[in-house]
């Protein structure tokens, strides 16, 4: 009869390592949303490219400084076009230079894979283009900050209930560390975080306080779906992390995975709900 494996401690380093790594970027990130202008363009200029580097580093280890010269250019372009307000132009784009990417790689034959170097072209490129068009919508500072509250909320509680409950796993085939206790309570974490930008930030739109719980959960399960998305892209490229910029959290990928789920739901719930600093309808993706 075999043993049981032993129970796994809290990671207390990791949680000290993550916890240290938000103090200092979270502030400096909702300090650069608050702002906006070009402070918010250059923020998301340096995260694609280097999100462009791990993913090279990914997807064609044999060709990595040349793949993610290419991701780089070809984000950065519609990233552009975003912030100048032709977000139109910026959305036909997105597809066109990821093609672009993939059909220059091919030509090159420097790597067989221009399939994920295309997909890594949309992959990080429309979360950019649709945060700068979150932002820089009408009642863009209360969704941007309840974005980024609620994605945050729900990686940290998920993180140290996880840690601490255990229990069953959620996907153990693709993410044998998270579990179904995570799960929940990072839901509710996010519930909780929007809710809260709801009730203390209520000039600076965003969902209303009879919104804001079901905005969260959609966020939170954006943000876990994005998590383990990663985690099947990391186990396809046979990576355990997808860099080691950010201590305690691996790659700046792994970081922000759930987030760039999140910024695509928040859009769409953008798109159908009102806020709390328009009147009318809401603001469409389009015009």
């Known amino acids: 009869m075999t043993s049981s494996p032993p129970v796994k401690r809290f990671d207390w380093g990791n949680l000290r390592l ?9 502030p400096a990130t909702f300090l650069v949303l608050w702002v906006s202008g070009w402070p918010f363009l250059v923020l998301i200029a340096i995260a694609s490219t280097l999100l462009a580097i791990e993913w090279g580093l990914m997807s064609t280890p044999e060709a990595p400084a040349r793949t993610a010269g290419l991701v780089t250019v070809a984000v950065l372009g519609p990233v552009f076009l975003a912030y100048h307000g032709e977000i139109r132009t910026a959305c036909v784009a997105l597809p066109v230079t ?9 030509q090159a034959r420097w790597s067989d894979r221009s399939l994920d170097i295309a997909f890594g072209v949309l992959y ?3 979360p950019g283009v ?4 979150l932002r820089h919508d009408p009642g863009g500072r209360g969704w941007a900050t309840t974005l980024l509250a609620a994605t945050w909320a729900a ?3 998920a993180f140290i209930a996880g840690n601490i409950l255990k229990g069953p796993k959620l996907w153990p085939r693709f993410s044998p560390n998270k579990t179904w206790s995570g799960f929940f309570f990072g839901l509710a974490g996010a519930m909780l975080a929007a809710l809260a930008v709801a009730t203390f930030r209520t000039t600076d739109g965003g969902p209303g306080a009879g919104l804001a719980g079901p905005v969260g959960l959609a966020v939170g399960l954006a943000t876990m779906a994005g998590d383990l998305w ?5 186990r396809r490229f046979g990576v355990k992390d997808s860099g080691d910029l950010i201590p305690g959290h691996g790659g700046l990928l792994d970081r922000v995975d759930g987030l760039m789920f999140a910024i695509l739901v928040a859009a769409v719930l953008r798109l159908c709900l009102p806020s709390t600093s328009t009147a009318g309808l809401p603001t469409g993706l389009l015009h």
């Not at 649709?130 to 068009?133: A, D, E, G, P, V």
């Open 155 to 157: 990686d940290i509680t």
């Open 230 to 234: 990663e985690s099947i892209l990391k």
């Open 124 to 126: 990080l490129g429309l």
């Open 98 to 106: 990821a093609l672009a990417a993939a059909l220059a790689a091919r």
């Open 130 to 133: 649709t945060l700068i068009w």
């Open 18 to 26: 993550r916890v240290i790594s938000a103090a200092i970027l979270g």
